[in-house]
Antibody, heavy 119, light 103 residues
Framework: EVQLVQSGTEVKKAGESLKISCKGS????????IGWVRQTPGRGLEWMGI????????RYSPTFQGHVTISADKYITTAYLQWSSLKASDTAMYYC????????????WGQGTMVSVSS | VLTQSPATLSLSPGERATLSCRAS??????LAWYQQKPGQAPRLLIY???RRATGIPARFSGSGSGTDFTLTITSLEPEDFAVYYC????????FGQGTKLDI
């Protein structure tokens, strides 16, 4: 059974750094693109970027390029999303997603990690 | 840009639901549909415009190509009342703003 299990809720202050995680299991982790989707009440669902764990190729949405870092460790089958300096506007629910083999849809989702940033 | 309509659809169990998603330019058939219930992550229903994901009941169907797409739920069950999103993949991935299916 494919599972993506994300790290827990985070409450941070603006300017702090943060790294959240997503552990994949039940499939060949290295051979599927894995990425992140942000959800906010105001902007809805936004794709942030994806990485291919086998060769560490990374693709960012232009909206998020330079603001976050996506990575993955294929040896511990875990993907990461990190910020070096959080802003209040980063407050959102973040979902880890697996990209389907055709690359056209997100066929499995993590349970979500809520990040709250106070100014 | 993906535009979904209507924003809210109010129906009763047993009725047929028709949700629309329009793309600002052709996405061929690179169109997926997701269902999201309160407090849960979205779930993939349809990919490549018309292919049901694993485990999705046959009452869900997708159609369309190019710029106009439809998600149809033939006979609504109580558990189908949720928010539905379309998503495209051309150069990047983008989502529609969602349609809330209300009882």
């Amino acid at each position: 059974e494919v599972q993506l299990v994300q790290s827990g809720t985070e409450v941070k202050k603006a300017g702090e750094s943060l790294k959240i995680s997503c552990k994949g299991s039940g499939y060949s982790f290295s051979r599927y693109w894995i990425g992140w989707v942000r959800q906010t009440p105001g902007r809805g669902l936004e794709w942030m970027g994806i990485t291919y764990p086998d060769d560490s190729d990374i693709r960012y949405s232009p909206t998020f390029q330079g603001h976050v870092t996506i990575s993955a460790d294929k040896y511990i089958t875990t993907a990461y999303l990190q910020w070096s300096s959080l802003k209040a506007s980063d407050t959102a629910m973040y979902y880890c997603v697996r990209v389907d083999p055709d690359g056209s849809a997100f066929d499995f989702w993590g349970q979500g990690t809520m990040v709250s940033v106070s100014s | 840009v993906l535009t979904q309509s209507p924003a809210t659809l109010s129906l009763s169990p047993g009725e047929r639901a028709t949700l629309s998603c329009r793309a600002s330019q052709s996405v061929k058939t690179y169109l997926a549909w997701y269902q999201q219930k309160p407090g849960q992550a979205p779930r993939l229903l349809i990919y490549d415009a018309s292919r049901r994901a694993t485990g999705i009941p046959a009452r869900f169907s997708g159609s369309g190509s190019g710029t106009d797409f439809t998600l149809t739920i033939t006979s609504l069950e109580p558990e189908d009342f949720a928010v539905y999103y379309c998503q495209q993949r051309t150069q990047w991935y983008t989502f529609g703003q969602g349609t809330k299916l209300d009882i």
